[in-house]
């Protein structure tokens, strides 16, 4: 039984990301423009308190979403803790019919008020917030955790945005709600949720894994009215993944990593494309892709990382994977794939860059200058790659094949979510304060 502990998951192809329309969002959600963690921009190479912060703001409550760049607005979740509930109790969660508590599971005793907040990219004042949901929770949470750790997305016209159990929440852009649903109960073992929701075919689509698996679906929401459009089943457990949305042959697949398996969907019904057998570990890293590859990866209990060719229907024997790693991966960091090479990070920040297609070591044991936890995943901008750990170091190191520092940059406050990179500029969400990153008229 995995015990998580975390807080926050044959024929020529034509193969690209479809999952957001970037010229309305330059980082549009989780994972920015293609949902792969790769900028449209390059950001800058340096700043500290004293340098290129162009404007900081404090944010209420606790989340551990990430900002979206949307229209002139940056959007971020956040919770913010009420009253204690004496008599308030969380629901009983079990794997493989074993009743099972997570010693930091804590949170469902409080009231709370989940509330979406839209700052003004250019000075960083609040345009608009908005309470989608105020009262007891569901469920317990990570004692490190949040619950507002899903981070939003948006299309250009709505913004859409999920708390699990407590629904998902669609808002216009001046923060009038164009809808909300309850898509259900998840029991997430008591951690929380961690997947974000991703936009395919016009819809919204939620990945919703839970417990040991009996209960576990992926639904798809019309982001215009909010209606059902499809559910299904999963035989996977609780994963804290985000799904991964591409164009096949002219049809839209959503990706989704999992424990027991990884399954392909038809994103206009629903319709099961295919499935391997899956990570056998904790499922938290988004799935990657390169021409007609798809790369798999966790960090914890194992370190596992593979991949499989993108082709036929049904089942993908595991003998057909094209390779396997089990080195390099951390337990909560996304890696990322870019230019062909894959860039595992390690929870200490080290990195390791394999060749995507072939899993060939390219280097092992980039070390960082600076020493921390990640929990932010990789982002790249230009041919710059950025880690950011829990103190708020961050470290620009150079894509290829060596590691080579460019820069390090310090924050005055932790820093757990993603940063987003949009026009030149960086927005990175710490524990009280998002700010804005960018190159001073001055300097």
Not at 99 to 109: I, M, N, R, T
Not at 309 to 321: D, F, H, S, V
Not at 419 to 434: D, K
């Amino acid at each position: 039984m995995n015990r998580p502990i975390l807080f926050l998951l044959g024929a020529a192809l034509s193969l690209t990301s479809t999952v957001f329309a970037s010229d309305a969002a330059p980082w549009p959600g989780w994972r920015g423009p293609g949902g792969n963690g790769v900028a449209g921009s390059e950001a800058p190479l340096e700043w500290s308190p004293e340098k290129n912060i162009l404007w900081k703001t404090a944010t209420p409550g606790r989340g551990h979403s990430s900002p979206i760049v949307w229209d002139g607005l940056i959007v971020v979740t956040t919770a913010v803790q009420g009253k204690k509930l004496d008599e308030a109790t969380a629901p009983t969660h079990s794997f493989g019919g074993q009743e099972f508590k997570h010693p930091q599971a804590v949170g469902s005793d409080y009231e709370y008020d989940l509330k979406v907040l839209a700052y003004e990219a250019d000075s960083g004042k609040l345009a608009w917030e908005q309470t989608a949901y105020s009262g007891p929770v569901y469920d317990d949470i990570h004692s490190e955790s949040s619950y507002a750790s899903p981070t939003a997305v948006t299309d250009g016209e709505r913004v859409y945005t999920y708390f699990g159990s407590e629904g998902v929440y669609a808002y216009e852009h001046d923060g009038a709600m164009a809808w909300k649903t309850d898509i259900g109960d998840i029991r997430s073992v008591g951690l929380g949720i961690g997947s974000s929701p991703v936009l395919a075919a016009g819809k919204v689509i939620v990945q919703a894994d839970e417990d040991s698996g009996e209960l576990s679906f992926i639904v798809a929401l019309d982001a215009e009215t909010g209606e059902e459009a499809w559910r299904q089943a999963r035989p996977v457990q609780a994963s804290w993944t985000t799904p991964f949305v591409l164009e096949r042959d002219g049809k839209t697949q959503i990706l989704t990593s999992g424990n027991e398996f990884v399954i392909a969907y038809d994103a206009e019904n629903g319709a099961e494309v295919w499935r391997s057998e899956g990570l056998k570990a904790n499922a938290i890293h988004v799935p990657m892709t390169v021409d007609d590859v798809v790369v798999f990866s966790s960090g914890y209990p194992q370190k596992r990382t593979f991949a499989l060719r993108l082709e036929g229907e049904g089942e993908i024997a595991t003998e057909q994977r094209l390779w396997e790693y089990n080195k390099g991966a951390g337990y909560v960091p996304s890696p990322v794939l870019y230019d062909g090479k894959l860039y595992l990070v390690s929870d200490g920040g080290v990195v390791t860059c394999l060749d995507a297609k072939t899993g060939e070591v390219v280097y092992e044991g980039g070390r960082p200058p600076v020493r921390g936890k990640l929990t932010a995943s990789l982002v790249v901008a230009g041919d710059r790659i950025l880690t950011i750990n829990e103190n708020g170091d961050a470290v620009w190191f150079k894509a290829g094949a060596e590691y080579e520092v460019l820069a390090t940059n310090e924050l005055d406050e932790p820093v757990y979510a993603t940063p987003a990179v949009a026009g030149g500029r960086i927005y990175i969400r710490g524990n009280q304060h998002l700010y804005a990153i960018g190159e001073s008229a001055d300097d």
